[in-house]
């Protein structure tokens, strides 16, 4: 008998954890020396959020959710959607009305002003 595929339930959240780490050019290697662990921990982390729970699969816990957002310089709610839904800075400009831009161009140099 074949296995049914079956929809994710809706409580489960999907986090993105390999595509944000190869969207920052970072080996799993990498990413493992930043948090403190071995490659084989974030590889078997990945294939959790891929595949859910199974043999050798490490669960996604709030520790380890926590280790990546702050080894990749993210929140959760980033590490949550695909790199491709993020918009840039350019983007968010040129979809902007001339009044927004001439705000956030003020919003900038005030805050560059702050880190001096």
Known sequence: ???????????????????????????????????????????????????????????????WLNYYCHALGMTARQLSEPPESQRSIDEILRNSSPTDQTRFRALAEAFVKSDK
Do not use: C, F
């Open 1 to 63: 008998m074949n296995e049914i595929s079956r929809p994710r339930p809706p409580w489960v959240q999907r986090w993105y954890l390999r595509a944000w780490r190869e969207h920052h050019a970072m080996t799993q290697e990498q990413l493992a020396d930043i948090i403190g662990t071995r490659k084989s921990t974030i590889s078997k982390l990945e294939r959790y959020q891929l595949y859910g729970p199974g043999p050798g699969r490490q669960k996604i816990n709030d520790d």
